[in-house]
């Protein structure tokens, strides 16, 4: 069995056959030897110069050509092959597992394009849910004092503090889309700049003071990190992370009674932040897509509070815009933990 198949070796196979036919004649008709000799030598160094001529020179250039074609489709270049010209490399071969892995990489981008238009449609089916909600109240109260009752002085006041609610959810709404958007194209610039964030920690402590008070949890600063941690980052942009982490953890997280606990830990070249709750914790299967646009574990209770369901996915665009990461663990009847990680004031942004 001949492992590879070259171009001499099926020309130097073919002119053996027709040299045996050919040899065959000669005998036949009792030919003297030495011309026996001379004519098979003259018949095989032509057949073999022939053959081998016509499958380099035609076949397997054209077949080259066609590889040559795929490749530089596939890579975008029209610098020639390095092997174009090697004769002991079986272009048939190569054209083979071109084409199948050409094949493989159309079957590929078709998934993933199946799986774009997917996600496009469960975004767009997510958006107009979302928008359709505050607008429909809006319409709903508009109406309603337009239908009467915006002589009665009391219901003229509470449906326009509903109306204002509403539409307040819906711009609230408006600029998270347009803030993802950014992150995701890049096109939002950071500006770095030295802070403590564990004064930042603090102030939004002091926004969230009520609404925590409220619901009878309390907001720390873990014993073991009273102390400043220099980071280099951009402030306004990680004000918008932990007022997105701790308000998440007030609504969702937290319970009556509870603690909500920020964490700060020198790891050399970062600073590790963590938002620590107590509440009742988050199933281990919502974990991995609780960063995901809309996705809400429970469907209703975002609603409920107004959130645009865009906040933890605006988190981990904002802090992988600083090139670092974030994570979150979770343990049922102990609490969730979202730990992300800054640069220390002493690296340079990249």
């Excluded at 071969?93 to 590929?108: H, P, T």
């Excluded at 449906?159 to 600029?175: D, Y």
């Excluded at 403590?196 to 873990?222: C, G, M, P, Q, W």
């Excluded at 974990?287 to 645009?308: C, Q, V």
Aim: charged share 25%.
């Amino acid at each position: 069995m001949i492992k590879k198949i070259t171009p001499e070796r099926i020309a130097f196979l073919t002119t053996l056959v027709l040299v045996v036919i050919f040899s065959s004649f000669l005998f036949y008709f009792k030919i003297y030897w030495q011309i026996f000799l001379l004519s098979i030598f003259i018949f095989g160094s032509l057949s073999y110069i022939i053959i081998l001529f016509t499958l380099e020179y035609f076949i397997y250039r054209k077949i080259k050509l066609i590889y040559k074609t795929i490749h530089n489709f596939k890579t975008n270049k029209n610098k020639p092959l390095k092997f174009i010209d090697d004769f002991d490399i079986d272009p048939i071969k190569r054209v083979n597992d071109e084409v199948k892995e050409w094949a493989n990489d159309q079957i590929n981008e078709m998934n993933k394009l199946i799986a774009n238009e997917q996600y496009r449609r469960e975004f767009l089916g997510n958006v107009s849910h979302e928008l359709k909600t505050p607008i429909f109240n809006i319409q709903g109260y508009i109406e309603t004092l337009l239908d009467g009752a915006i002589e009665d002085e009391e219901v003229k006041f509470k449906f326009l503090q509903k109306a204002a609610t509403s539409a307040e959810r819906l711009n609230t709404l408006v600029n998270d889309l347009l803030d993802i958007s950014k992150l995701e194209s890049g096109s939002l610039a950071m500006n770095f700049q030295v802070f403590d964030v564990n004064e930042l920690t603090r102030e939004v402590f002091e926004t969230y003071h009520k609404l925590a008070s409220d619901k009878s949890i309390k907001l720390k600063i873990k014993e073991t990190c009273d102390e400043p941690f220099k980071v280099l980052a951009d402030k306004d942009r990680i004000r918008q992370v932990l007022n997105n982490l701790i308000a998440n953890s007030i609504n969702y997280g937290g319970k009556e009674n509870g603690i909500i606990k920020v964490g700060f830990f020198d790891m050399d070249t970062y600073v590790l932040v963590e938002v620590e709750d107590d509440g009742d914790g988050i199933e281990p299967e919502h974990l991995p897509r609780l960063f995901e646009r809309f996705y809400r574990i429970d469907k209703s209770r975002s609603r409920n509070s107004g959130g645009s369901g865009l906040g933890l996915s605006i988190v981990k665009h904002i802090i992988e815009s600083h090139n670092q990461t974030i994570n979150v663990r979770s343990s049922l009847g102990k609490g969730t933990t979202f730990a992300f990680t800054l640069g220390k004031a002493t690296q340079k942004p990249n």
